[in-house]
């Protein structure tokens, strides 16, 4: 599969449970692909193994076509696979300039082109405001915003944002939707977006993946998830019924 | 006045061997959670490099005779080699081993280290004249203060400044500073571990030496122990400061010499030779109001 991160028959296990089983999915270049299911759906697992923090138990991890399911995560991210996480982990005593400028020497740049770099990225952003702020005083969605930026400065192929709409208003999250639109459109990234806001999943994405319980039980375009029992049955059980949609 | 002006000496002076000393084993533990208890032997280790290897009582300077401009970076050269071998030899084979398996690795290399030297130099204290002209006393508003306090305050604020400098500045400083705070994302994001981890190595051997020379030049004296009370309350420092935190160490290191200083001064005199007893209690009292330290990182509790 040639300009894709995918998937392909992906099974993980721990101590004989089983977190994810058969998982076959795609992320396309330009586009934004969602992963949506319940709590303890696997999805976590399920982007920890595209990002080589998990290896998997069976099955294939392929970059544009090449199999990297063994690669360790810096190594994945070398070949342009980059991520956030639910809980920020941006480096909290450094200024949010320091944690983009660390990034880009981290791809080698000098100290004085990783800051241009970085000054260009938060203007991108539009969080130049925050370049001197600590990371670890910032609010939760500016956090977000800058877990975000600190993975494009790894100028990705692929960004796959766990929860990145967490606790984010309204307001917040149609700004984020922008920015992730920009990133796939823009940038030509393909994203794997992972959220339980699944509003914002169906306004953005152009293909859905449903998790539940380890296994895709279902996938789609967003008209197609809205409209599926399978999915309301997996995220209201039996009341979805009796109370009608969901989505 | 006077009294007082003494005492603040006193502290400011004890304080900053204290905070070279957890600066240097900070700035370890920082990039590889290893409390590295060879720290003292390593300063013990730079103070016998200026003698040459004898087991007569009578120790035969050798190092030490050279003018102070070139001694001086020779020794923390041999300071930040010691260190960067141990990194090499030792702990590389380690950085994957849980900290209490890494922590018994340091002890292990402290002893072999001490016992090289003890083999070479014999466990006798040998005295060692250096710099004596720096021992006479200086009068400050009408205190009397011996010039190595005053030179041994001024050298801990320049070597800090350069070492804010150099973490802030350059791009070796800011990959420092980030893999101290969360490695594993550190070396994620492309930062080289073998090369941060080496220039922690060196800085911190670097940090041992200077140690090491403020220590010689005031006491006269080289003696294989001379690393291992400081490497204790450096230790303490470390973590009272809150483990992995230079800015943390550092004040924690002058708050424990400032303590141990007006103890010394203003408790009864019958209660002074019990004076570490009270600044170990106040040790435990900061830390059950802080357990993680005055100056907890956001990543020590939680890492990739």
């Avoid at chain 1, 099974?11 to 998982?23: E, H, I, R």
């Avoid at chain 1, 995560?73 to 342009?80: A, E, F």
């Avoid at chain 2, 007569?56 to 050798?62: G, R």
């Avoid at chain 2, 702990?91 to 003890?118: C, D, E, H, Q, W």
């Amino acid at each position: 599969m040639g300009n894709a991160l995918s998937a392909q028959q992906v099974s993980v296990a721990f101590d004989g449970l089983k977190a994810l089983s058969n998982v076959t999915l795609s992320v396309p270049r330009g586009e934004v692909t969602g992963l949506i299911g319940p709590n303890g759906a696997g999805k976590t697992t399920f982007v920890n193994v595209l990002t080589g923090f998990q290896q998997p138990d069976h099955g294939r991890v392929l970059l544009d076509g090449e199999d990297v399911g063994h690669l360790k995560p810096h190594l994945m991210r070398r070949r342009g696979i980059a991520r956030t996480f639910q809980s920020g982990r941006l480096f909290a005593e450094l200024s949010v300039l320091d944690n983009f400028e660390v990034t880009g020497v981290g791809l080698g740049l000098s100290r004085r082109e990783a800051a241009e770099k970085a000054e260009a990225m938060l203007d991108w952003i539009g969080i130049s405001s925050l370049a001197e702020r600590t990371a670890g005083g910032l609010p939760y969605t500016d956090e977000r915003r800058v877990a975000i930026g600190r993975a494009l400065m790894l100028e990705p192929k692929y960004l796959l944002l766990d929860e990145p709409a967490a606790g984010m208003s309204a307001e917040e999250a149609a700004d984020l939707v922008r920015l992730i639109r920009r990133i796939a459109t823009d940038v030509g990234c393909g994203v794997l977006l992972i959220e339980h806001n699944i509003g914002l999943v169906l306004s953005i994405c152009s293909h859905i993946h449903v998790l539940d319980s380890g296994e895709v039980i279902e996938d789609g375009p967003p008209s197609a998830i809205k409209a599926s029992e399978r999915v309301r049955h997996a995220y209201m059980g039996t009341q979805a019924d009796a109370e009608g949609e969901i989505l | 006045m006077t009294a007082l002006l003494q005492v603040f000496f006193d502290a400011l002076s004890l304080g900053s061997l204290y905070a070279l000393g957890a600066l240097g084993i900070a700035l370890i533990f920082g990039v590889m959670r290893l409390v590295n208890f060879a720290h003292g032997d390593y300063i013990a280790f730079c103070v016998f490099a200026m003698l040459w290897p004898s087991i007569d009582a009578a120790a035969i300077v050798f190092l030490g005779n050279l003018p102070a401009w070139v001694l001086i970076p020779v020794i923390l050269v041999l300071g930040a080699g010691i260190s960067v071998l141990s990194e090499i030899l030792v702990f590389r084979r380690f950085r994957n081993a849980n900290p209490a398996t890494m922590m018994i690795a340091s002890f292990a290399l402290g002893f072999v280290i001490k016992y090289f030297l003890l083999m070479l130099y014999s466990s006798r204290p040998k005295s060692i004249d250096l710099w004596s002209a720096v021992s006479l006393p200086l009068e400050i508003f009408g205190a009397r203060i011996p010039l190595l306090q005053v030179i041994t305050i001024a050298v801990t604020l320049v070597i800090l400044l350069g070492l804010v400098l150099f973490l802030k500045h350059t791009r070796y400083g800011l990959e420092m500073r980030a893999a101290a705070e969360n490695f594993t994302m550190a070396r994620m994001l492309g930062i080289r571990a073998n090369t941060v981890i080496m220039m922690a190595f060196a800085l911190s051997g670097m940090l041992a030496a200077a140690v090491g020379l403020i220590l010689a030049t005031q006491s006269g004296t080289a003696d294989i122990q001379m690393g291992a009370n400081l490497m204790l309350v450096a230790f303490v420092a470390t973590v009272v400061g809150g483990l992995g935190s230079l800015p943390g160490a550092v004040f924690a290191g002058f708050l424990i010499g400032g303590l141990s200083s007006l103890m010394q001064a203003y408790l009864p005199p019958d209660a002074r030779p019990f004076r570490d007893a009270f600044v170990y209690g106040a040790v435990i009292f900061m830390l059950i109001w802080r357990p993680n330290g005055l100056f907890t990182q956001k990543s020590a509790k939680q890492r990739v």
